[in-house]
Each structure stands twice: as C-alpha cells, then as structure tokens.
C-alpha cells in the first residue's frame, strides 16, 4: 500500500464537525494502515488498502452516514504533492498567503483560461492541471476568491491548503 495524502474539504467550519481522532478511527476501519492526522482541518495521511478512489469514495460515504454531511475527499500521492509544490506559478512572499487548492479533478481548459484572468482585487490564480494555484494579497480571510466562487468558475469542487500546511503533509507522508 502506498501511503497518500487525503484531504477532505470544508471539515470543522460550519457545521461540519470532525474530531481528527474519529477520522483516524474512520480510516482504519476502512482498512488503511500508518494513519496520522494534522491539525484539525481535514488532512489524513495514510496507506488505503486496494484503490485510492474506491478508498475516498468510501471514506466520504462513511463520513455522510456517520455525521449527516456530505464533504469531498481529494487524495494525492506524496510525488503528485511535490509536483504541485514545484509548480506554484508565483512568487512566494509568504507562504500563508500561497496556496494550493487541490480540485477533484482538472477542470475544462476554457473554464481554466477564463478563471484565471477574472479580477479578485490583486489575488491572482492559475490552474496547473488538477490544481489551483493562488496568491492572495492580504490573506485567504478576506478574499473574494472563495470556496463557491472556485467551484462555480472552475465547475469542480476542491479544498486549499497554504504552501506551510502543503510542506508539513508532504514532510509527514514521506517520514517513516
């Protein structure tokens, strides 16, 4: 098995509650093994038995039964990760300003195009393929690049992380 970095979108804001030791629990019992969590919002690192798309289809249908909410499970390896880090098309003054936002899948390229050339008053994006790269200017708090504005511009879902959060899961799911 191989290990992956899961994330899960939009977990412990709102009302999407998620203790990080029941998502551990939730994993095991799904048949992953080496699972660890970081900080409390939705990152899992673990090797998932068989598929990884079988594993996160599982995973979020497990999260609906248990807690009544539905929230996506986007996975990558440790190399698609390190890829995407690689790829950060801009500048990095900080890196909590910087993000990858993983998407479920590589949104349409004239969706892409068109996306990255709206203005989000000095936040700037690019989709490098099933990613969104952003900069934000003074901070993802108060942006108007959100969540819904990504999902209804790219037409696919996704979650973000800043490039610190990014390096740490990276470090974590490469560590033995």
Known sequence: MTRRIILIRAVNVGGAKLPM???RSLAEELGATEVSTYIAS???ICAPP??????DRSLEAALQERYG???EVISRTPEQVRSALAAHPFEVVDDKYSYVY???GAPAPDKASAFAERDFDGDVCR???ADLHIRYADGAGR?????PVIARGLGVQGTGRNLRTVRTLLDLSTST
Do not use: P
């Not at 068989?50 to 594993?55: H, P």
């Not at 942006?143 to 969540?147: D, E, G, W």
């Open 127 to 129: 989709v490098v393929g």
């Open 50 to 55: 068989g598929d990884s798309d079988e594993f």
């Open 143 to 147: 942006s108007k690049l959100t969540a």
């Open 69 to 71: 909410w539905f929230r």
């Open 21 to 23: 030791s029941e998502l």
């Open 102 to 104: 993983f998407l479920t």
């Open 42 to 44: 939705g990152n899992l």
